[in-house]
Structure formats: structure tokens, C-alpha cells
């Protein structure tokens, strides 16, 4: 088996990633990517953009309490201030490692509104290209850092545990084949969960693998339960979906049904610039009805949709629709995981030796629903965070003994997972179909044995969320129960949960399955 020797493996290449590679200078960092960097990640999907407070008259407290709002109560407020106040830091950050922002024509930062947000402070690149963008420069600056040594189609699958202490990871390389890191500090910036669902906007390299892997070696989890599916994607049947950035809503498109008639405006005060959550239930009660939901951006956009929006133009082309003159067909598809990895400001998981950032952590700052445009920002601001933590701490021991990877085989079941996850756990939950879907996947981890060992993290991951969605009996922010429609204020707290209790909570359901642990609700309290 090869071995690679590190100060500081990064697993996960998007901008949280390599924000924490760049920041760490003098330190020798290995960079682990499943795809050549800049085209695995969700970061360079992202087309609405990045919020900050960037503007006259807006200012990072108006930013945190739009943040706060959108939480449903449940959104830490010293994360949403440390991200919100130091959220234009990082955005001059980027400008200078090359980010092109759209300027208006006296030179300033062009400024757009996205759904609940109280001000203009999304800031975009080449129009509905953002994220693109930010990797694009990143990419750039990570070719003249010599420090950094990145390992392309590189799946890192399983923590090395040392003494309580996080020491590494074992991987496939791009032929198949083993391979051993030995690092002083780990940080997982695998991204999220879309591709678990059925309908999602992600790119089919965010399958929850880094939950799972921090969830084996014991690292605590949180908020598993609240994903976030986005209103808008474009729905002409392709995996993943191309997005229909909700800049187009924040610029006056409409949502209309099949006979051109909108509905937004009778569901919320703020019609289609309401919540995301909102909107998504709203358009889903319509489309698993057998309606037909588009967007018009017609008249608000018209003519100018190939220069304003080339990425969305670009994705209607291929499919055959001009948006310039006809709406767009859309439907809801899982887009973020405001749950996660549970870490404090500094990135740090609860086992030594591992940091998490960007999607597969959770610091808490979005609550049960995100803020549009908040993701990427607080990536940079965490990836930032997280390298200047490792900078300060002293190197642990190297790992000292021999270790060897769990055995596996190569079953991949994901696709029947992935419309299982979206049928019982998308944007309408209940308990009956929660507990149908654990079931399956409780018998399929009877067979594990046979499994790949990238199926199995798969696995692992949804087992978690559907304990998590089945233990919060309310509706609230991206989990909505629809045997349990209101939202409850006791139940106002956020959840912290391991994959130990998990297992005890499903032994305590009789499923079948041999687990070890106690029987005791998997949550609590944070």
C-alpha cells in the first residue's frame, strides 16, 4: 500500500478547502480531491452568489439578523456574527487572490437581492457564474503554492484513529488502489449530501461520505435532520439538475402553474422571495399533484437572459428552451445540508486531530434553513478560521502503529438509495415513510459486508439523517413532518447526536438489526 506522509490533509477541494490550504503557509499540505480540482466540488455550481455586507447603507448586523430569521430560532448567534462581521474581510480576501466580481459602471461592486435578504449585498461574477468564479481564482493561486501537493481523483474513505486522536485517512486512487496519508491534522471539506437524493442540484461527488467517516471514528453530529432543497431546479431530466439561480426571483421572475397564473403571492407576504422552504413546499404540493410549475423570467429579463444569466441560459439551450420568450420548467431538488459535523468557530470537531468546514460541518450558523448566498461565504470565512487554528496548535505524535482499512466489496446500491431517500425524506416527511425507509436501510447494512466502501459511508450518512428526521416530531425551517405541520416551541433547540446512539435508537425499534448500545432518544440537546 503506498503511504504519504503530511503535516495536514485536507480531504475535499472546493472553497473551504482550499481557502485552509492556501492560508496555511510553512506547513507541508496534502490536498485530497475525488475529481480534478474546480469540477467536483459545489462551490463551483454555486450560481446565486455570495452574501456580504458590502453596500452603503447595509451593514454586518442587518446580515446577521436576516440570518438569524431565516433559522427558525434554531441559528447559533456567535456564528452568525463571527460570519456575517467578518464575511467583507474574506470578500476583499478574494479579490485579491483574483476573484472578478461584477462592478457597475463607476467601478463599485454590483449588489443583488436574493430571498430574505433585507438589502442588496449578493455580490456575483459573470452573472450567474459565482462559484465558478471563486474556483476558478483559487485554482489559480494553488498553482503558485509550492507548499501544497494535491492528489487528484483521490476518495478518501476512512479516518485512522490513534489514542483518541485523528492521525489520517485511507483512500482509492484513481486506479482502485490503497492509499495511506499520515498527517498531524485532518480536515474534512467533503461537502454535502444532494447526491443521496434522488433529485438533487450537487454534483454526484457530495454523497455525505465525510459524515460518515467522522461519524466511525466517534466525532459528535449535528442538525442531521434539516436539508435545504432548492425551489428552482430546472426540470428537463437531467442528474444532477442545472439551477435556476434564485437571482432570477431576486430580479422579479415569477413562479406561474401550468395555466400561467402565479401562486406565491397567497402562500407568503414576500411571494417569491419568501424563504427557500416555503417555496419549495409550496411548489411540491402542486407538482406531486401531477402539476406542471414554471419560472417566467420573460418580462423582467427577456432579451438580455444570454448576458444577464449565460450559466441558466446555457442549461436551456441544451434542453431546448429559450427563456428569453418561454417560462422555465422547474421542480424542488435537495441543494445544502445545514447539518453536519458538529465544530466549534475554530473548525474543531469533538475528536482531536480533526477540523471540518464548508457543508460537511455545522457551526451552527444557519439553524434549520439557510439564508440564500450564506453558504459560500461561510465557507471562506471557516476555511480562513480553520487554517489559523491549525497554525497555532502544536503538532501532535505521528501515528505509530501499523493499521490496516476496514475489509469491503464492491456492491454500490446508490441508486435505489438515492429515490428511496428522496421518497421518504424530501421536502415532505412523515413517520410511516421515515420508518419504511430505515427499515431498508437496515436490512441493506445487513449485507454490508459486500459492500463498497464508498456505498457504505452512503449508507451510514442516510441512516443518520432519517433517525434525526424521525426523532424532531415538529416542522421546522428545511424538515417539514406532515403529521406533525406546526412548529413547536419546545422543541426550539438545536440536536447533537453520535452514530453510537443512532444505533441504540434503532435497536430500540426492533428492526432486525444487531446494534450495540442503549435504548434512549439518539438526540440531545445542544
Not at 444532477?240 to 406565491?264: C, K, Q, S, V, Y
Request: charged residues 25%; hydrophobic residues 40%.
Amino acid at each position: 500500500m503506498e503511504q504519504v506522509s503530511t503535516d495536514v490533509l485536507i480531504i475535499g477541494a472546493g472553497a473551504a478547502g482550499l481557502v485552509s490550504a492556501l492560508d496555511l503557509q510553512g506547513l507541508d499540505i496534502t490536498l485530497m480531491a475525488k475529481a480534478p480540482v474546480g469540477e467536483g466540488s459545489s462551490s463551483a455550481w454555486a450560481q446565486g452568489g455570495i452574501a456580504a455586507a458590502m453596500g452603503d447603507k447595509d451593514h454586518p448586523e442587518h446580515h446577521k439578523k436576516d440570518t438569524l430569521d431565516v433559522g427558525v430560532e434554531l441559528s447559533c448567534e456567535k456564528a452568525a456574527h463571527t460570519i456575517t462581521h467578518e464575511g467583507p474581510e474574506l470578500i476583499d480576501a478574494l479579490i485579491k487572490w483574483g476573484v472578478n466580481f461584477d462592478c457597475c459602471d463607476e467601478g463599485n461592486l454590483r449588489l443583488g437581492r436574493e430571498a430574505a435578504h433585507s438589502f442588496r449585498r449578493i455580490l456575483h461574477a459573470n452573472g450567474d457564474s459565482t462559484g465558478k468564479e471563486i474556483m476558478r481564482a483559487l485554482g489559480q493561486a494553488l498553482m503558485h503554492t509550492s507548499n501544497i501537493n494535491v492528489m487528484e481523483n483521490c476518495q478518501a474513505y476512512e479516518l485512522i484513529v490513534e489514542h483518541n486522536r485523528v492521525k489520517g485517512a485511507f483512500a482509492k486512487d484513481a486506479f482502485g488502489q490503497d492509499v495511506l496519508v499520515k498527517a498531524n491534522a485532518v480536515v474534512l471539506a467533503t461537502g454535502g449530501i444532494g447526491g443521496l437524493f434522488g433529485y438533487t442540484t450537487n454534483p454526484e461527488e457530495a454523497c455525505g461520505e465525510g459524515l460518515a467517516m467522522a461519524a466511525q471514528a466517534g466525532a459528535r453530529l449535528a442538525d442531521l435532520e434539516f436539508v435545504q432543497f432548492h425551489p428552482t431546479a430546472i426540470d428537463v431530466g437531467l442528474k444532477p439538475m442545472p439551477l435556476a439561480t434564485e437571482a432570477l426571483r431576486g430580479e422579479g421572475a415569477h413562479l406561474i402553474d401550468g395555466r400561467g397564473i402565479r401562486f406565491m403571492p397567497a402562500v407568503h407576504k414576500d411571494a417569491e422571495l419568501a424563504p427557500r422552504d416555503v417555496v419549495a413546499r409550496a411548489i411540491w404540493r402542486r407538482v406531486k399533484n401531477g402539476e406542471k410549475i414554471f419560472l417566467d423570467a420573460t418580462k423582467v429579463v427577456g432579451q438580455d437572459f444570454p448576458e444577464r444569466f449565460p450559466t441558466v441560459w446555457g442549461y436551456c439551450r441544451d434542453a431546448g428552451l429559450d427563456p428569453r420568450v418561454e417560462p422555465i420548467p422547474i421542480t424542488p431538488a435537495a441543494h445544502y445540508h445545514m447539518g453536519g459535523i458538529d465544530v466549534d468557530l475554530k473548525g474543531r470537531s469533538s475528536l482531536y486531530g480533526l477540523w471540518a468546514v464548508g457543508e460537511v460541518a455545522c457551526t451552527g450558523v444557519h439553524g434549520a434553513n439557510r439564508l440564500a448566498s450564506n453558504s459560500l461565504l461561510e465557507a471562506v470565512v471557516m476555511g480562513r478560521r480553520v487554517a489559523k487554528d491549525i497554525l497555532m496548535k502544536s503538532q501532535g505524535d505521528a501515528l505509530s502503529t501499523q493499521v490496516a482499512p476496514t475489509g469491503s466489496g464492491s456492491v454500490d446500491l446508490t441508486g435505489q438509495l438515492a429515490s428511496l431517500l428522496y421518497r421518504a425524506c424530501g421536502v415532505e416527511r412523515n413517520e410511516a415513510g421515515l420508518y419504511e425507509a430505515l427499515a431498508q436501510v437496515v436490512s441493506w447494512e445487513g449485507r454490508k459486508a459486500s459492500f463498497s466502501p464508498l456505498f457504505k459511508n452512503r449508507l451510514i450518512t442516510a441512516k443518520m439523517i432519517l433517525v434525526s428526521a424521525l426523532e424532531r416530531c415538529e416542522s421546522r425551517g428545511g424538515h417539514f413532518r406532515s403529521d406533525y405541520p406546526e412548529t413547536d416551541s419546545k422543541q426550539a433547540q438545536r440536536h447533537k447526536t453520535t452514530l453510537r446512539e443512532v444505533d441504540a435508537f434503532i435497536r430500540g425499534l426492533n428492526l432486525g438489526t444487531d446494534l450495540q448500545g442503549t435504548v434512549n432518544s439518539c438526540q440531545k440537546p445542544a
